[in-house]
């Protein structure tokens, strides 16, 4: 259970009982019920980490929304886009082990998650982790509900793959940008839990994805 859903909790169980004790009991349902429901929405579950090289997880749990080629700073990257409903777990993971280089917060819009302009526009915190001679850059994007992004480790921070890395308040969406030769595992429709689902293989530079490997291209049909 992540804190923030026992403080929200039990703000709205102080609340029922003092609305049950000024009016009727009854009224005490509605505060009460979205009492549990932070607690719902702010578990925490014990994930099994893949410990295969090269995979790259997934940094939350959600619906992936794209898988395509992308150009950043002239260099061809594949995207993998994952959208978090308020029904999702909303703790973020570490998708590689390595060190962060870097952390910007980007200030921004609150478009719908399901856009894909959201992925430029929207408010986001951008972390690149280098790891094994491969970088990885991951997203953690606000939604039009998500209004607050938490993020612990700062640059310098050793990350184990799957490690927990802070959160996006109520709906949202992750992004992850690697070398363009990554083997996609994952396609368009495909549900994922963060730390646990691999999304991609990364490669040595020049090498071709392997066989039976989705690609992007595919991934994004």
Not at 104 to 126: D, H, P, T, V, W
Not at 168 to 175: A, E, T
Not at 209 to 220: K, P, V
């Amino acid at each position: 259970m992540v804190r923030d859903g026992y403080f929200y909790a039990l703000a709205l169980i102080a609340a029922a009982a003092l609305v049950g004790w000024f009016t009727q009991p009854a009224w005490a349902v509605v505060p009460l019920l979205l009492a549990v429901f932070f607690l719902w929405f702010f578990r925490d579950p014990e994930r099994a980490i893949p410990d295969v090289a090269a995979a790259v997880v997934s940094p939350g749990d959600g619906k992936v929304t794209e898988a395509s080629f992308v150009t950043v700073d002239g260099e061809k990257q594949v995207r993998i886009s994952i959208f978090l409903s308020v029904f999702d777990v909303h703790v973020n993971r570490s998708p590689i082990a390595g060190v962060v280089r870097e952390v910007r917060y980007q200030r921004g819009k609150f478009l719908n998650a399901m856009n894909q302009a959201s992925a430029e526009q929207n408010e986001q915190n951008i972390v690149r982790v280098e790891g094994d001679g491969q970088v990885v850059v991951f997203k953690q994007i606000a939604g039009l509900l998500a209004r607050r992004i938490v993020f612990h480790p700062k640059v310098g921070d050793r990350l184990e793959r799957g490690q927990r890395v802070g959160l996006i308040k109520f709906g949202s969406r992750v992004d992850v940008l690697c070398d363009a030769s990554a083997a996609l595992q994952v396609k368009v429709g495909d549900r994922v839990r963060g730390g646990a689902s691999i999304l991609a293989y990364l490669q040595p530079k020049g090498e071709l994805a392997g066989a039976g490997h989705y690609s992007a291209a595919e991934g994004a049909r």
